[in-house]
């Protein structure tokens, strides 16, 4: 194209007219997303399940960007100086439409893990909550290399000769993902001898918290201060895993320490006592409950306890040990005895001179 031919009233006026389109499709794609859209998603949340707001939420910005790539076309075929029917731009345009279709199929893949669980609630059929996110990640996996497969095969590219060359490769390509592939292994591990699902407190020597997500690559860990660690799958698959949330009941064990100068009766009152307030009490577990003397110590004897409380939960568990504790203590000071502190006792000039540690 000529410069003067460029400048000429009528090819500016289809220019402008072809920008105008154009532009009217952005207005149009921004209509789409205030009004259409929002109405569609306001209806499709009043449907018995949750998949038709899931769809229009992973396919929103996919038909936003539909609005630009139409623009695009239809204003190149108003302009008279591109080519429209060209089989590179027909190709572009093709492979567009498929990418932002595979897009998505990726987002309504990512958000899977409401499906899965829907399933589990509405259905008899049941899949382990640390199945879920590495399932969605399978399906993202999935609609990925079909995207690619497809949008090659659109651009005449020879997928055969690719993983052909992929072959040749092979040695080259699985030295470098040793590591990966070892992760991915050890996620499988950690899936099928399901030492731990989602939501469970576990503790590694790498790490102790609650489970929050398993990937192909690592497993992350919400510590209890808060902070997510990330432990690859080969690392843990590795580990003695402790998982606490697995527990069927709690322990509590410690000593209470009394003064020699306290009468046998009132000791054997004591452990008699704490004996049956355990007994009675619902939230302790009944088969494990040992009240007894145990050793002589230098300022006074131990009184050994070893129970276990019915729950496993953390805050629960403090509550029981404390009420536990305070009616202990009750018991003590009804019995008026008293409770052995640390002392020494020191000679100074052949007088006896007593000494508390604390």
Same mark, same amino acid.
């Given at each position: 194209?000529?410069? /003067? ?14 920008? +105008? ?26 449907? #018995? *399940?949750? !998949?038709? @707001? ?20 239809? &204003? ?5 100086? =591109? ?9 572009? =345009? ?9 897009? +998505? ?35 993202? !996996?999935?609609?990925? &290399? ?20 992929? +072959? ?14 070892? *992760? ?5 591990? =950690?899936?099928?001898?399901? #030492? ?21 690559? @690592? ?7 808060? &902070? ?19 527990? +069927? ?13 306290? #009468? ?7 452990? %008699?006592?704490?004996? %049956? ?9 009944? /088969? ?27 805050? /629960? ?5 404390? %009420?536990? *504790? ?29 000494? %508390?540690?604390?």
């Amino acid at each position: 194209m000529t410069w /003067e031919l460029f400048l000429s009233e009528q090819h500016l006026k289809k220019l402008g007219i072809a920008i +105008g389109i154009f532009l009217l499709f952005l207005l149009l794609r921004k209509i789409f997303a205030k009004y259409i859209y929002s109405f569609l998603l306001r209806i499709s949340k009043k449907a #018995p *399940n949750d !998949f038709f @707001s899931y769809l229009f939420e992973s396919f929103k910005k996919p038909l936003q960007w539909l609005f630009i790539i139409i623009g695009l076309y239809v &204003a190149v075929r108003y302009y008279p100086y =591109l080519n429209h029917e060209s089989a590179s731009f027909s190709k572009l =345009l093709r492979a567009s439409i498929i990418a932002l279709i595979g897009w +998505g199929f990726f987002n309504l893949s990512s958000g899977s893990h409401h499906l899965f669980r829907k399933i589990n609630e509405t259905t008899s059929v049941k899949i382990d909550d640390i199945l879920i996110p590495f399932l969605s990640r399978i399906l993202q !996996f999935i609609v990925i &290399a079909l995207t690619i497969s497809v949008i090659l095969q659109e651009l005449d590219y020879k997928i055969d000769g690719f993983i052909a060359g992929l +072959g040749l490769g092979g040695l080259a390509i699985s030295l470098a993902a040793k590591e990966a592939l070892a *992760n991915l292994f050890g996620g499988i591990v =950690l899936i099928t001898e399901k #030492p731990f699902t989602i939501g469970d407190w576990v503790m590694t020597p790498s790490v102790e918290g609650t489970v929050e997500d398993i990937s192909f690559r @690592s497993t992350k860990i919400r510590t209890f201060s808060q &902070a997510v660690v990330t432990v690859p799958n080969a690392t843990l698959a590795n580990e003695p895993i402790t998982n606490w949330s697995k527990m +069927g009941k709690r322990q509590i064990k410690f000593t209470i320490r009394l003064t020699y100068d306290n #009468p046998v009766s009132k000791i054997k009152r004591i452990v %008699q006592r704490i004996e %049956q307030l355990l007994k009675s009490n619902p939230d302790i577990h009944p /088969e494990t409950i040992l009240v007894s003397v145990d050793t002589y110590q230098e300022d006074g004897i131990d009184i050994f306890l070893y129970f276990f409380t019915n729950t496993t939960d953390w805050e /629960e568990y403090l509550n029981i040990r404390q %009420q536990i *504790n305070l009616d202990i203590l009750e018991i003590i000071d009804n019995e008026d005895v008293t409770i052995a502190i640390p002392s020494r006792r020191l000679l100074m000039n052949d007088k006896e001179v007593d000494s %508390q540690n604390g």
